[in-house]
């Protein structure tokens, strides 16, 4: 007991902190249009270089963090599933999907050729990188959309669902990739192939049957279920039964081999049509305010600092990359469908990368430096943070100069 307790008191300290500063931080990198999770992530970076210094975090306590942060991973990945609008995507179906094949092809051949071909790195972690770049983070860019009075119209509806599109991908390649990398460990020859095919194979027949598994609770379960539950207890019971099922549902994800994310964004989904959507989506947003933080904090943690100067070159080769890539991918075939103007607004609103990027990439740190080596990994983390910065400060230079013209004329 003596033990666990000051372990204990440490993380109650941290939790404290984190939460209480949170509001400060948010409302002050608000009016900047930069995303919280940039501070945070460099809190953790802060906190990493104070314990390889001084030795702050034990074991133990990184443990506990650690369980924080896969709680924030879960309500991150619930609430981009909640708020996605299927019914309004099925209706823009055609024009986003000549927008996001091109979008995720491109973004993601120019950083695998990146990283390829970059020494001392080689395929596997140009699969993983690859993997990460075609995802975005749309939140970082809705909010300057907002800000303008912007994000209802086509073009904020077009971009919305592009991004839903790029999110679902990344997150279903993420439970591929994890099944099939680590059969490439000891390099790929003919032997390998049969075995690739067949862990590739039964890992798309699993996530399948999963993803029918979630359509058909959606479809017949989901809604007569949290009126049971709003019956037995109106003011929680909708909450309390969303919150119960999508932890079910990421550990079943996790049973199957896949990434509590991709049962965490299925979850999100699932509830996304239901009446009671908006309170159950207001109540993650308290659990997401609370232990979101721990998520990027964890990212940060990751890092080793003594190693950032040595990632810097990487970091801009890489941060290059992923800003080409969505311009060219997303902004190109935008530009085809509603003019160049358009086309490079879309594309610059896709450059940021936080949320499922950088868990795409902290799952190949997990699997070990031959799949991810921490040069790479704190170049993307650096590359994150230069996107999410990026990439608001152009969307909303081009949405003022669209909004100049438009009072113009």
């Known amino acids: 007991m003596t033990e666990t307790a000051p372990h204990y008191g440490t993380l109650m300290l941290l939790l404290g902190v984190l939460t209480v500063f949170s509001v400060p931080i948010r409302v002050v990198l608000r009016r900047y249009a930069i995303p919280a999770s940039v501070a945070f992530i460099g809190l953790g970076i802060l906190l990493s270089a104070t314990d390889q210094s001084m030795d702050l975090l034990t074991p133990r306590l990184s443990d506990e963090i650690e369980v924080f942060a896969q709680i924030g991973i879960v309500a991150l990945l619930f609430r981009v599933g909640m708020e996605s609008d299927l019914d309004a995507l099925v209706g823009q179906l055609r024009r ?19 990283i390829w071909f970059w020494p001392g790195l080689g395929l596997v972690p140009a699969i993983i990188s690859a993997v990460a770049a075609s995802a975005t983070s749309i939140g970082v860019s809705v909010s300057v959309w907002e800000e303008a009075g912007k994000i209802d119209t086509p073009q904020g509806a077009l971009l919305l669902d592009v991004a839903e599109l790029d999110d679902l991908s990344a997150v ?51 809604q007569r279920l949290s009126e049971v539950f709003a019956r037995l207890d109106k003011s929680l ?11 079910l549902i990421a550990a079943l994800a996790d049973a199957f081999g896949f990434s509590m ?11 996304s049509r239901d009446p ?8 993650f947003g308290y659990i997401l305010a609370i232990f979101g933080p721990f998520f990027f904090m964890s990212i940060g ?5 003594s190693g950032l100067g040595v990632a810097l070159p990487l970091a801009f080769a890489l941060l290059a990359a992923l800003i080409a890539g969505k311009l060219l991918g997303a902004g190109f075939s935008a530009a085809l469908l509603s003019g160049r103007q358009a086309g490079v607004l879309l594309g610059a609103s896709m450059i940021p990368r936080a949320e499922i990027y950088l868990i ?27 996107t999410c910065l990026v990439g608001p400060i152009l969307v909303s230079k081009l949405l003022s100069a669209n909004q100049t013209k438009e009072q113009r004329t």
């Open 276 to 283: 009671q959507e908006r309170r159950i989506d207001q109540a």
């Open 237 to 247: 019971g909708p909450f309390l039964f969303a919150a119960g099922t999508v932890f």
């Open 96 to 114: 986003a999907v000549m927008i996001w094949v091109p979008d995720i092809m491109i973004a993601a051949a120019l950083v695998f050729m990146l």
């Open 261 to 271: 994310a991709i049962g965490a964004l299925f979850a999100g989904l699932a509830f």
């Open 360 to 386: 795409v990439m902290l799952g190949g740190l997990a699997l070990g430096d031959w799949a991810m080596p921490q040069i790479l990994y704190n170049a993307a983390v650096l590359a994150s943070i230069g």
């Open 172 to 222: 279903l390649l993420l439970g591929m990739a994890f099944v099939v990398i680590p059969q490439l460990q000891n390099g790929f020859d003919a032997t390998d192939r049969s075995a690739i095919a067949v862990a590739g194979a039964l890992q798309l027949l699993k996530i399948l049957i999963f993803c029918a598994v979630c359509y058909a609770f959606s479809r017949f379960l989901e």
């Open 301 to 305: 943690l990751s890092v080793t600092t």
